[in-house]
């Protein structure tokens, strides 16, 4: 969005609620606006529309933004929601489609919350080569998010940030779950 770090240029909306600008380094910067009522029910998981990315390899690849609820404390039917987790959850951003033979994609993701310039603390970048993992995910212990206290009133959504660059696997370096 305007006034993001390093944001150049307009957004576009990618999908519904996923608006995408240009960033300095030649990245991307989305911002995912999530309802409030979809983070503070029983539902495990909240998906997006699907998107597509540039890659530097000449190809568009799908992509999907995912929130996680994080374990609860509770345990039975229900209690892996996103209520019985007390808002925190887990972003990850999804490859949807395998990388053609003989591509090279590892992207470097970044991850916050709130939206444009008010974006809280990037985290991360997390390098992932895509031919051989479809997700991107920040480690244990830096990957959970309190959504509650980044809902922005006038809206009453989570903007989900995160800023996705491509570059060569030369520069990899990875964690596996």
């Known amino acids: 969005a305007p006034g993001a770090p390093g ?3 307009p957004a576009v909306e990618l999908a519904r609620g996923i ?3 240009a960033a300095g ?3 991307v910067h989305l911002e995912w606006a999530v309802e409030e009522k979809r983070i503070s029910g029983q539902d495990k ?3 997006s529309p699907s998107f597509q990315l540039p890659t530097p390899a000449g190809i568009s690849l799908p992509f999907k933004l995912v929130l996680h609820a994080a374990v609860g404390k509770r345990s039975g039917k229900g209690a892996q929601g996103f209520k019985s987790a007390e808002g925190w959850a887990r972003a990850e951003l999804k490859c949807c489609e395998n990388v053609p ?7 470097h993701v970044q991850f916050g919350l709130g939206a444009g310039g ?3 603390g990037l985290r991360g970048p997390v390098a992932v080569d895509l031919v051989r993992q479809s997700c991107c995910r920040l480690p244990p212990g830096e990957d959970l998010w309190h959504l509650p206290a980044a809902v922005d ?3 009453r959504s989570v903007a989900v940030c995160v800023r996705v660059r491509f570059a060569a696997a030369a520069c ?5 779950a």
């Open 45 to 47: 998981m909240h998906v």
């Open 153 to 155: 009133r006038a809206s």
């Open 7 to 9: 944001a150049a240029g």
């Open 172 to 176: 990899l370096t990875t964690w596996s």
């Open 101 to 107: 033979a003989g591509a090279e994609v590892v992207a």
């Open 19 to 21: 608006a995408c600008t």
């Open 25 to 27: 380094d030649g990245g």
């Open 118 to 120: 008010a974006a809280r």
